[in-house]
């Protein structure tokens, strides 16, 4: 679900290890899901497992503002998958020019990333299908499956400066212990579902490389 404070004012999330100085930029690593920028959550929970592990980790309420910003919806689907594939290093020039090409035009003009979140439970079913372990069917049916969050992505610095922080919280010590724990159990339900799914669906569809040679 969205938390819509108004048409154009969306209240979001955002997790950081050591706390944020100075003016918001689009600077996070750059093989991130849909690249560097800077990454913000509909769901709370969200980004408080990727920092619970860091001494002054701090949650942040935000408010983004995507009045005259561009956003570019990407749905859960093949696409996605590739796309992140793209992000990550896994699809290069070499591998398949022609997706190369086309992922690396999706960041022509706009502010914005709205998509899926490949969260922590996700990384192993990504991986297994980018080392050809199992199909796009058995892939795209995990994604939807482990219902992932929502994430915004503001990648040009005009979405950064439409971004406010509302309020922030500095992590306790017994709230990052507990989020380790509760982190690891949705981790291990996840991959288990996951690995179901995958079963199910072994024969169907195409691998990363049949599709890449398309």
């Not at 219902?147 to 990648?155: D, N, P, S």
């Not at 309020?167 to 990052?176: A, I, N, V």
């Not at 989020?179 to 024969?203: D, M, V």
Request: proline residues 2%; glycine residues 6%.
């Amino acid at each position: 679900m969205f938390n819509y404070m108004s048409e154009q004012i969306i209240q979001l999330y955002h997790g950081s290890k050591n706390g944020l100085n100075g003016k918001i930029q689009p600077i996070s690593r750059e093989l991130c899901d849909f690249g560097k920028g800077f990454y913000m959550g509909t769901e709370q929970a969200q980004p408080l497992t990727l920092i619970c592990n860091y001494d002054n980790a701090t949650l942040y309420n935000l408010e983004l503002d995507i009045t005259n910003l561009i956003i570019k919806d990407i749905p859960l689907n093949l696409d996605w998958a590739l796309f992140v594939a793209f992000n990550r290093g896994r699809l290069t020039k070499d591998l398949s020019p022609t997706l190369y090409n086309k992922f690396a035009t999706y960041k022509n003009n706009i502010d914005v990333f709205k998509g899926y979140i490949a969260n922590d439970r996700m990384f192993v079913v990504l991986d297994r299908f980018f080392d050809g372990d199992i199909t796009d069917i058995a892939l795209v049916e995990s994604l939807s499956a482990l219902k992932l969050g929502i994430q915004y992505v503001a990648i040009t610095q005009k979405a950064c400066d439409s971004i406010r922080i509302i309020y922030e919280q500095k992590l306790t010590s017994e709230q990052k212990d507990n989020l380790i724990i509760q982190s690891e159990a949705k981790r291990k339900s996840g991959i288990s579902l996951a690995n179901e799914i995958c079963k199910k669906y072994r024969r169907e569809g195409k691998y990363f490389d049949e599709i890449i040679n398309e």
